[in-house]
């Protein structure tokens, strides 16, 4: 397992460095707005995967309700995590496409405002699970997690019908692609969906051995009545 | 009285009394509600016609700050008196204490927002041109919304350090879709237009939002 | 390659965010790694 890790990351890497070549050299150049366009290839599969990502999230956290599996509760934290350092790049690279393409930093964009609405709900799950004690963080976190999934279509479906109401410029137009555009996107979506994988595998791993060191801590100071006193406190002050 | 609706409403006229004797908190509340209205009117000119129409939002944002200080209210005087672990020994379902603890929270975030409205009536010159029922049931809907929300959201983050900024951290987020709607319902019925859709809206997550709470509530008071 | 500057910028910046993220990572391993080698001792 350990050794199919640095092949599948140099896989990742070859992947991405492909996905590179054809969205800045082999897709067309877009007519209207110029290369300033490609932007498209990194902003989309960034948003896709950041879904995706929130969506394992959701799996994750009702299974933990359900089975109390604490493997589910790591695949939890790190698919939120994770989610929330993609949907990041895509609050980051939306501005600057619109910058250039209609003169200010942020549209109330449909895609843009739900992405931002997204990534404030999962950055409140991570607040929670880093103030709560170690003891019930799953399973409020888990909790917090399942209604914050189902918050989600409420988010879409209100800021669609807002829009409707109040249209705004749409980030990355409305129409169809053309194929060769498509190709592209696909590739990068592709590539950017591997280097989630890899680093959620890197930070599944982190946790795992955090977890494995606090408990370590634990049955030392259940060990050393001289010692624990200090752990104790020491465990104490974290909670 | 071991019937859930028996023990919903003894624990709801326990709660509603231990606010009525405590004056202090009451009071305090009150006054914090129209200090809210007046300085949002310093903040936005109620004499400038924008004023009046963004007069929905400003509202909601006061009724929003009224509610997250009473929620952290209340449950931190549970808190004092480790009423929550007594919660968890008790035979008692959880949902039923929930239950009760909504309505307790929904009546008095009510009271406050009924003691802001003609204020900002008063204040904004405000006149509906549409139908006074649906602001009313708006108004329901909406702060059935943030309380149902709120309690649930207080109730874990009583445990965390913190407590009192977790709260509106949690609650705001998962809040937009229905402060959103809130607003737009209550400007639409202000200027006489259609709020069908965003009360639907708000309808439907309250629905959803109660509905997943009461079956959470179980889970997360006896967490660890 | 494309000279616009907000293409690159934007293409610097996702990878800026995703180094940082995967930097946080290896060094809090690193760290973990060390005090598990003080716990062994």
Known sequence: ?239 | MSAPSGITRATLIKDLRMEWRSKDAINSMLFFSLLVVVVFSFSFDPTAEESRQIAGGLIWVAFLFAAVVALNQTWARELRNQVLDAYRVSPAPATSLFTAKVLGNFIFVSVLEALMTPLFIVFYHLRSLGPAWQLLLTMMLGTWALVVNGTFFAAMSIRTRSREIMLPLLLFPISIPAILAMVQATTAILNGDSARFWIVLIATYDLVFTTVCLLLFDTILNAE | MRANPYLFAAYAATWIIHITYLGIIARRYSRLKNEVDELNK
């Not at chain 1, 895509?90 to 501005?95: A, K």
């Not at chain 1, 600057?96 to 931002?116: E, H, K, N």
């Not at chain 1, 170690?134 to 800021?159: D, M």
């Not at chain 1, 137009?173 to 979506?189: C, D, K, T, Y």
């Open chain 1, 1 to 239: 397992m350990k050794k199919l890790f640095p092949i599948l990351g140099i896989l990742t890497g070859v992947l991405l460095s492909y996905a590179l070549y054809q969205g800045l050299v082999v897709a067309p150049t877009e007519q209207t707005m110029g290369n300033v366009q490609r932007i498209f290839y990194y902003h989309v599969p960034s948003a896709w995967t950041a879904f995706i990502l929130f969506f394992v999230n959701f799996g994750a956290s009702i299974s933990y309700l359900i089975k109390r599996k604490p493997a589910a509760d790591i695949v939890a934290l790190v698919s939120a995590e994770v989610g929330v350092v993609f949907c990041t790049v895509v609050l980051i690279t939306g501005p600057i496409w619109a910058r250039p393409v209609w003169g200010i930093w942020w549209t109330w964009d449909m895609r843009l405002t739900s992405t931002l609405v997204l990534w404030l709900i999962y950055m409140s799950y991570l607040f929670l699970r880093s103030f709560s004690s170690s003891g019930e963080t799953p399973v409020l976190a888990a909790s917090l997690a399942v209604l914050g999934a189902l918050c989600v279509p409420f988010v879409y479906f209100s800021i669609w019908f807002f829009r409707t109401q109040h249209p705004q410029p749409v980030i990355g137009g409305g129409g169809s692609i053309a194929p060769s555009m498509l190709h592209a996107l696909l590739i990068n979506w592709l590539a950017f969906s591997c280097f989630a994988f890899m680093v959620c595998w890197s930070r599944y791993r982190l946790e795992v051995l955090q977890r494995e060191v606090e408990q370590a801590h634990a049955m030392r100071s259940l060990e050393e009545p001289s010692t624990s006193m200090r752990e104790e406190r020491y465990l104490e002050r974290k909670a």
